[in-house]
Structure formats: structure tokens, C-alpha cells
């Protein structure tokens, strides 16, 4: 069939041409957004979840229904080796320009606490002073948001944000991908500026995005994280899911599928979204005519597949040393295809090794977002059929 007309879209953070599966979580993140424009308490939001379930996916959406309702918004992606003052600093800035207060004077001192909150670098930072000014013309404000302790500053900066959106009567929402690379000092003082806010009862959240082990990186800050965030889990589509996703953007170009190739579609994807766009698009540039056949899913799943390995798996295991691979590989002959999580003393079983002796290995997956712990002596993948390819492509 026409290429042209392919509907899915396979790719990182892209918008699916149907968000299928994920009403829930929109109607819950609705209700937020209306009880906080009533005054009502309400917690900042935590989306959990692998790789390819389309967390980014549904963060952007989100934003989107806050922006719709005339909230300042601003979106930033944690970097492990970067501080949140510059990122939080412009994504503050965006969402402020989107509030409109019709008092300048008033824009004009929460936007100098931006600019204050900004310019205070840490030590090793110092140098990078002069390289960098953040786009604000006004004078950076003296006393507030500029103590150079993280919590202090990030509760006055958030705070005085807040107190511009509710003379509006609308919200501020900061939206974090990535989160559990937020650096230790950083999540301390996202989740005391939380805790303040809600106290206050302010009408600004933090909604997040991160990898299933998120919830114990925010516990492990601070003990209320548990009750101070809601935490939604992403996670595959079910059946109906998938198959909406695959049959209502067909059907909008007069295409259908037979029964038999949504079921061998669903077995291939696994209900995962990124895999059902990828495996959807192929099987349509595959297929001859409408409707698309069992027949065409089985000549698209190898070249589908290829594509992943190089794409979406290959790309992250080329990021792993040789000891990093060799963990990686015992892991995926312990778990499986179905990459189910393994105890690290068998991991070292299966290599012969001391557990200490491959601490290094596994920490340095874990920062490369490669594997998570997923509870205490576990160890998994974070990209769901990890395992199935490293067993398909041994090193």
C-alpha cells in the first residue's frame, strides 16, 4: 500500500496517531486540573514505567490538556549530569510568558527571582558564568531564590510562580521526563518544594516521567515522597488497545486489518505501544491491498524486527562496555525471553564472580538507564524484550 498514507509512527516521544489506552490516566490528570482551579489540595503527579510504553508519550499530552486550560507550562529532561537550576530555570520562564499576567510590575519581580535563581551556580559552576545569561531583561532579584541551597531556593522560586498564576486564577505545571536522573540534591529539593506547595494549598504541580525504580529514588530522599506524590503506573496495552491503536488511524484511510493479523500483531508487539507502531508500520508498507492479512504481518515481523535491533536495542547495548555486555547477557540467559528480573547472587553465579566484584558493572548500567533495581537484590531490564534479543544476538 502507499507509504505515503502510512499512518503510525514509530519514535521516540512521538505522538501516536491514536492514543489509545491511556483515558484513565487523562481523566485522572482532568480531575487534578479542575480541583486545583477550585482550591482544592491536590498532589503532584509520578508516571512510571519501561521503555516504549509512551510515559513521554502521555507527559506531553498532559501538558497539553494544562495548556488548554490556560496554565503556564514548562517541560524539562533530567540529565544525570546536570543540575535542574538552568533547566527549571527556562522551563519557569516558559510557563510564566504562557500565564500573561496583565501586571507587568508583577511579572517582572517573579521573573528577576528566575533570573536570581538562575545565576546562582554552585562552585564547580562558576566558570560557566560568563557563557551563559538566561533570555530575561530584567534585573536579577537580591534575597529571594539565591541562597545557593538547592530546597531553599527551589520552595521561594516555585512558590512566588505560584502566587503569579493564582492572581490569574489559572495554574503552573512543570513537567519532568526522565526523572530518576535528577541528581540526589535536586529530587531533595523537588519533593520539599511538593511538600510546601501543598501545604499552602498553591496552584502549582510537578508532574513526572521515569523508569519503574523512580518511587524508591524519591523514598530514598525523603520519606513523605510516598504520600506526596501520586503515582500512576504505565504499562502495556491490553488487547482492545492495541487494537484500536492499529485500526482506528487505518480506518481513516480505508484500510482494515483481518482478525487474524491484529492476533498475530498483538503477539508480536506484546501490547507495548512503541513495538505496535513499529510492527504497524512496517506490515502497511508490506501489505499489497486492504485488508491486511495474517500472511502480511509474517513478511513484515523479520524486517520489523531488524529494525529494532538496530534502532532500538543495538543502539543502547553499543552504549555498554564489555563487562557491562557480559552482565547483561547472564542476565537475559536467567530471566528469558520475557526479560523477568533476576537476583544479582545468581547473576554472579552465572558468571563465576564475587557479587562485589560486579557492583561497578551494574551501577553503571543502572546510570545508563539500561537496568533498574527492581527491588532490593533484583536486578531487570528497563526496554521490555531486552532479554529476547540479547538471547537472539549473542555477543
Not at 490516566?25 to 510504553?53: K, M, N, Q
Not at 558564568?129 to 530575561?136: A, T, V
Not at 539565591?146 to 522560586?157: A, F, K, N, P, R
Not at 566484584?357 to 551494574?362: E, G, N, Y
Request: proline share 7%.
Amino acid at each position: 500500500m502507499d507509504p505515503v498514507r502510512n499512518p503510525y509512527a514509530p519514535g521516540a516521544g512521538q505522538r501516536p496517531p491514536e492514543l489509545a489506552g491511556r483515558d484513565d490516566e487523562l481523566s485522572a490528570f482532568d480531575v487534578v486540573l479542575e480541583r486545583i482551579a477550585r482550591g482544592r489540595p491536590e498532589r503532584s503527579l509520578v508516571l512510571t514505567g519501561l521503555r516504549g510504553v509512551g510515559k513521554t508519550v502521555l507527559l506531553n499530552q498532559l501538558r497539553s490538556a494544562a495548556i488548554s486550560r490556560g496554565w503556564g507550562t514548562g517541560k524539562i529532561e533530567a540529565r544525570p549530569d546536570q543540575s535542574l537550576r538552568r533547566p527549571v530555570s527556562s522551563a519557569l520562564h516558559m510557563a510564566l510568558r504562557e500565564l500573561r499576567h496583565p501586571d507587568q510590575d508583577s511579572m517582572d519581580a517573579v521573573l528577576g527571582t528566575v533570573k536570581a535563581f538562575a545565576q546562582r551556580l554552585t562552585p564547580s559552576d562558576a566558570r560557566l558564568r560568563d557563557r551563559w545569561q538566561p533570555g530575561i531583561d530584567v534585573p536579577a532579584t537580591t534575597g529571594r531564590a539565591d541562597s545557593g541551597d538547592m530546597e531553599i531556593d527551589l520552595v521561594e522560586l516555585l512558590s512566588d510562580a505560584a502566587g503569579l498564576a493564582a492572581d490569574v486564577g489559572r495554574g503552573v505545571a512543570l513537567f519532568i521526563d526522565e526523572m530518576q536522573d535528577v541528581q540526589a540534591a535536586d529530587v531533595s529539593a523537588i519533593c520539599a518544594a511538593c511538600h510546601e506547595l501543598s501545604q499552602q494549598g498553591a496552584p502549582l504541580i510537578v508532574v513526572g516521567a521515569g523508569l519503574p525504580h523512580l518511587p524508591a529514588v524519591l523514598s530514598a530522599s525523603k520519606s513523605y515522597s510516598e504520600r506526596l506524590f501520586r503515582y500512576l503506573r504505565i504499562d502495556r496495552l491490553d488487547r482492545p488497545a492495541a487494537d484500536r491503536a492499529l485500526l482506528a488511524p487505518a480506518e481513516r484511510e480505508e484500510v482494515t486489518f483481518e482478525p487474524a493479523a491484529l492476533d498475530a500483531l498483538y503477539a508480536a508487539a506484546d501490547g507495548y505501544p512503541y513495538f505496535v507502531q513499529a510492527y504497524g508500520k512496517v506490515t502497511w508498507d508490506v501489505a499489497a491491498a486492504s485488508p491486511i492479512t495474517a500472511g502480511d504481518v509474517a513478511m513484515a515481523a523479520p524486517v520489523a524486527e531488524a529494525e529494532l535491533a538496530v534502532g532500538f536495542f543495538g543502539s543502547r547495548y553499543d552504549r555498554a562496555t564489555p563487562a557491562e555486555r557480559e552482565y547483561m547477557h547472564a542476565m537475559a540467559e536467567l530471566g528469558g525471553p520475557a526479560g523477568t528480573p533476576v537476583a544479582t547472587s545468581e547473576v554472579a553465579a552465572t558468571l563465576g564472580r564475587k557479587p562485589a566484584s560486579l557492583s561497578p558493572a551494574r551501577d553503571s548500567l543502572i546510570k545508563k538507564g539500561l537496568v533498574y533495581s527492581a527491588e532490593r537484590g533484583q536486578i531487570a531490564f528497563t526496554v521490555p524484550h531486552f532479554g529476547r534479543y540479547l538471547l537472539r544476538h549473542p555477543d
